[in-house]
């Protein structure tokens, strides 16, 4: 794509012709006396957005892109306040440059309006948050720094370069006010390792728990990966949620905090497309519909809402995001958020530090920690195809499992390893904290459970069961809730040899059938 050259707002308005017994208003250049009347402001203003930008659709919505700077889309229906300031804004910028006098705010709509019809023609364009894959090189990745300047980590198999994208044929960053500004990476001196300590030294990962954070920041820079959700666990103390600043601020920028729980699904939906990662400070409890919400951001989820000002036009937002968590309860869980998730635990802090002091280290030395993890990126992208090839078993997180083996590969870690065992042990504290497969799995462990298996009806087995629950636990209301509970543990049940058959209807009822093999 050739980029034509640097446009002159002045020359380009001196082109256009002029409105034959146009009447001087603020809308037209008034001319001075000697001179010819200059053209309409909003001829000037629409030239202007015409000759600098190059206008393109995302998701069904305008965007501007300056055809000399930074690949930086800038929503045309933005608001003054958002981060990447607004088309409205940019022709009130270089107006006052050319003309030395500020538009008419008539002229400045009807021409952001003009704009915003011509770009109903537009091409649709993938519009990236944060990491974005290379779009020619499926064995490349992208990271915005958040810099106004638009720089950039390109990551690819043979090393990671600091540099601008192509405007025509790169990644075309989206920002908004969660992406915050990452610092310019620094190889350390001592190799990735060196790079890994210090981050030891911020982050008080215990040593099993530190590869699997490393490999949930990598995990990050892929776009299309699936990735389990990571959540801090610790005893009181040990600082989680500054833990997780730290963590996510080498992919956010320091600056973001973590964030409140949602309230609603819409909430959460918002929040994950205008963030590149969702870290949710002191989850005490999950309720059914965010945990359902956060298993189909693992993986990639659509949100289709009614837009705004509109009856039968909708706006959708899709999202895939890198999930932290701190102050969960394990028992809460459901199984399918269990089975998506990994455990990074934190280790008791000996030496405290202020946190001006702790902040302090930080900032000085995420330069290098995060150049560390851009070469160990470099080393797992280059692995990753010879990975995937050895890889015999594959758990659920398949795609992850692949990057963990990789990372062991190059490293000589066992984060894969770790990662199996810590999603044994959450699965394990999910029966136990689930009051309806913990009497289950209590039953079928006890000399009353039948030798070749147990079969019934659904209220049958619910008096066996309630009876076994523990006082002020909550048990199901009714039959059919507990045969709903049962269906959703399945495939916990079945990995620890317990397996629950659906029933058939005959003329002595619907009977389901138990077996146990320990």
Known sequence: MTTPLPYDAASAARSLVAIPGGLSSPEHDVARPGQHKGPPQVEVLRAIGQNEFRYLRSNGDPYAVPWDGAPIAVPLRAKAHSSTGSVRQLLTVRYLQAHDRTPSQTALSDAVAALDALALSAPETNLWLRVAPDPSDPTVTWLDLGRPDGQSVRIAPDGWTLTYPDPGEGPIWRRTKLIGELPLPERPQGGWQAGIDTLAQMLPFTAATLPL?????????????????????????????????????????????????????????????????????????????????????????????????????????????????????????????????????????????????????????????????????????????????????????????????????????TALETFHGSQDELVEAVLDGNPVTAALRDWVSSPSFPTGGWTGTMTELNAVLSARCSPGERWPQTSAVLSARLKQSAPALRSRGINVIAPTSNKNGRKYTITFTP
């Open 213 to 413: 954070a490393v490999a949930w920041w990598l995990a990050a820079l892929r776009p299309s990966l699936p990735r389990p959700i990571a959540y801090l666990t610790g005893e009181q103390g040990t600082g989680k949620t500054t833990a997780g600043r730290m963590l996510v601020g080498l992919l956010d920028g320091a600056a973001i905090p973590l964030r409140q729980a949602p309230e609603n699904l819409k909430d959460l939906g918002v929040t994950a497309s205008a963030g590149w990662t969702l870290p949710f400070d002191n989850l005490s409890g999950i309720p059914k519909w965010m945990s359902d919400a956060l298993c189909r951001v693992v993986t990639g989820g659509a949100q289709v809402s009614r837009a705004l000002y509109s009856d039968d036009d909708v706006s959708i937002l899709v999202s895939q995001r890198p999930v932290l968590l701190t102050g969960i309860d394990t028992g809460a869980m459901s199984n399918d958020l269990a089975e998506r998730s990994m455990a990074l635990e934190l280790q008791r802090i000996t030496k405290r530090r202020t946190l001006a002091e702790l902040w302090g280290a930080y900032e000085q030395a995420s330069p290098q920690i995060l150049g560390a993890l851009l070469d160990l990126a470099v080393m797992v992208w280059a692995d990753l195809p010879h990975a995937a090839a050895a890889l015999v078993d594959r758990p659920r997180m398949a795609d992850f499992s692949e990057l963990l083996h990789a990372l062991d590969r190059v490293t000589g870690w």
